[in-house]
């Protein structure tokens, strides 16, 4: 569903952010990328919705090249958790909820109750939450709500940035089993990062471990942990590490 062959991405001062990356994640598949700061994963992830052009190589998202995709065309497909969730600080939960049904042009009731359906799919009752402002909701809640964003218009394909990185381990939990469950419901095909290989390891069908710009193991939970190829000291990976 996603494949990357030979991807690299080379910023103008010479930073190189991804190396030579090539890896598939088949349909339905929910694939965690995890490693520390500064390695690549958001590059990686943001390079799928062409938010950033890669340097070399090619990126297919169900089959097709998306170098000839119209980037707004192809994001239609593509839900996105931005890392620090990103929502409209002056509009309500709902209408933050909507955007992506209103932008492609879905009649505002149609649209609304679609978000009404998602806060409700992510535990937030949309007549308590609806019409408040993500300054009136707690850092969990609002990212729950950045979930179902992202989920509003049914795309197959869902990338999500650190999407459970700002809350504290007992919500993250929470919103692990909650996004587990929903799962189960709508199946997508998923790109996930993580700094957290606990997180990785408990939602990953498979897990991408990264060091500077590459795959350093791509295996089931199963055989990373078992047999960790890289050994990394956990305090060198971040804040939110295990
Ligand atoms: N516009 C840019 N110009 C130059 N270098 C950049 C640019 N954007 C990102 N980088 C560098 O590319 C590398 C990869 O960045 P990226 O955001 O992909 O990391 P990350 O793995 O998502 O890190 P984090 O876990 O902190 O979010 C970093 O060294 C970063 O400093
Ligand atoms: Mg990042």
Request: aromatic share 6%.
């Amino acid at each position: 569903m996603i494949r990357f062959e030979q991807v690299t991405k080379r910023y103008p001062d010479g930073t190189t952010a991804v190396d030579d990356l090539s890896f598939e994640v088949a349909e339905g598949e929910l694939v965690t990328l995890v490693g520390p700061s500064g390695c690549g994963k958001t590059t990686t992830m943001m390079m799928v919705n062409r938010l950033i052009e890669p340097t070399s190589g090619r990126i297919f998202v169900n089959g097709e090249d998306i170098a000839g995709v119209d980037p707004v065309r192809l994001r239609r497909r593509i839900g996105y958790v931005i890392q620090q969730v990103g929502l409209f600080p002056h509009r309500t939960v709902l209408d933050n909820t909507a955007t992506v049904p209103a932008l492609i042009g879905w009649k505002k009731a149609k649209a609304r109750a679609r978000a009404a359906e998602l806060l409700d799919l992510v535990g937030l009752d949309p007549k308590t939450y609806g019409s408040r402002y993500p300054e009136q909701l707690s850092g969990g809640q609002r990212q729950r709500v950045g979930v179902a964003r992202a989920l509003a218009a049914d795309p197959p394909v869902l990338l999500m940035d650190e999407p459970f990185g700002a809350v504290d381990p007992v919500v993250r939990e929470q919103l692990q089993d909650e996004f587990l469950r929903m799962r189960r419901a709508v199946r997508k095909t998923v790109l996930f990062v993580t700094h957290d290989i606990e997180e990785a390891v408990r939602l990953g069908d498979r897990i991408a471990v990264y060091g500077q710009g590459r795959i350093e193991q791509f295996d089931i939970p199963g055989a990373v942990l078992g047999a960790p190829r890289r050994r990394t000291s956990p305090s060198s990976w971040g804040p939110t590490a295990v």
